[in-house]
């Protein structure tokens, strides 16, 4: 084995208790033509194939959403002024809903964010701690942007991220592939979702 072996792509395996974090399948990101939006299609199939196992083995699914309060969307920092279309993301409007296409059960818990790390300005990591969580199983859009920084938060606050490589996706192809060959090598393990599926079932 060589040296950069090694070093880069070390496995963090899978914890004693999972949580299935549902990053973002809201309305705004899932719907074409809408601003921020991409066909997420096989995205959501995908993460309803994880949250279907995760609920057979008793593993908790949680959901995120971005959501502004303001109509200026001041609330939103500056990252309203890097990036244009967050009107569709005002609490309140139908942007901020999951995809209807999603496996929710009523009782998941929807978690509202305001920037890329589901962790960032949330008590996620507070959430996760209380419950016994060490391991966050990530779903959901888009990989270089909110997945990259949700992972990367996670392995900071002491959480194993594992990522469903057929479970995200990004509007742009060259940015998702170069973000999964990231997070694997540094912060998370990229799992084919059918690996991830397999773990799910010996719990």
Known sequence: MSGAQEIWGRRLGFGRAPLVLVVDLARAFTEPPRPLASDATTVIAASNRLIGAARDAGIPVLFTTVGYERDDLGD????????????????????VEIDPRMDRDPADSVLVKKYA???????????????????VIICGLTTSGCIRATAVDAIQHGFRPIIAREAVGDRWPKAHDQALSDLDAKYADVMDLEAVLREISRR
Request: aromatic content about 8%; glycine content about 20%; some cysteine.
């Open 117 to 135: 790390s589901c962790f960032f300005g949330t008590d996620l990591s507070s959430r996760l701690t209380s419950g016994g969580i060490d391991t």
């Open 76 to 95: 939103a920092g500056l990252w309203a002024r890097k990036i244009g279309g967050q009107s569709d993301l005002r609490l309140g409007s139908d942007g």
